[in-house]
């Protein structure tokens, strides 16, 4: 199913009782990429109080690209505060890091869970998002004789990614939107033991 994904950085930054909190939104295609965006805010900002984050690292129904951290504030009152933001919103390749400069007057843990909440959420009203549309891996090996038709399918389903490898066949690796699947092997009916189709 196609979701949203932030289409550039994004910083916005709001106060609360003399706190800054200030938000910053990256798109992210792994937890790797998200990690090395933490430590970069974290490198930009190193006199901050604090650096909670939480991010989703793939799409948005993906439970194991989940993440997040409260980086010192009390448990439970920055990082998963922000990452129900998130799932919320309904985004997916997401990293959502708030930089915290503490203005000298306690918020408690309702204030602080409240702030962070808020950082997160008005930076989403203002940010600039995209379609992702998920992809599958597929092979398709032919003989020679059916480059045309293996063309054709290539421009018929919008394929991306794609590598030709010339062998004894030719073979087709590339990438097919998933809602497309059922599609192409309608499509490949015709040309059954013609064309073998691989799904990774």
């Known amino acids: 199913m196609d979701y949203h994904r932030p289409a550039s950085a994004h910083q916005t ?4 009782r003399k706190s800054r909190f200030i938000c910053d939104i990256q798109p ?11 430590e970069s805010v974290r490198a930009r900002e190193p006199k901050a109080n604090h650096h909670c ?8 129904d993906d439970a194991h690209q989940w993440n997040y ?12 505060p922000m990452l ?24 408690g843990t309702g204030g602080i869970a409240r ?3 808020q950082a997160v959420n008005e930076a989403l009203q203002t ?7 998920p992809t599958q891996e597929i092979v398709m090996i032919a003989s020679y004789e059916l480059t045309g038709e293996l063309e054709q399918l290539i421009s018929q389903f919008k394929l991306i990614d794609c590598e030709r490898c010339f062998g004894t066949d030719i073979q087709i690796t590339a990438q097919l939107p998933i809602n497309r699947l ?9 040309f059954q033991h013609l064309i073998r189709l691989n799904i990774s």
């Not at 930054?13 to 609360?16: F, L």
């Not at 984050?53 to 948005?60: E, F, L, R, V």
């Not at 059922?182 to 015709?190: I, R, W």
């Open 182 to 190: 059922n599609d192409l092997k309608q499509a490949l009916t015709p």
């Open 115 to 117: 702030a962070y909440s």
């Open 84 to 107: 129900n933001v998130l799932q919320h919103s309904h985004m997916g390749n997401i990293c959502a890091v708030v930089t915290r400069y503490f203005g000298g007057i306690k918020l």
């Open 69 to 80: 951290s409260d980086d010192g504030e009390p448990k439970g009152t920055a990082g998963q």
């Open 53 to 60: 984050w939480s991010y989703i690292a793939g799409s948005p």
């Open 28 to 38: 992210v295609n792994d937890r790797d990429s998200a990690t090395a965006f933490i």
């Open 127 to 133: 940010l600039p998002t995209e379609i992702v549309t």
């Open 13 to 16: 930054e709001i106060e609360v």
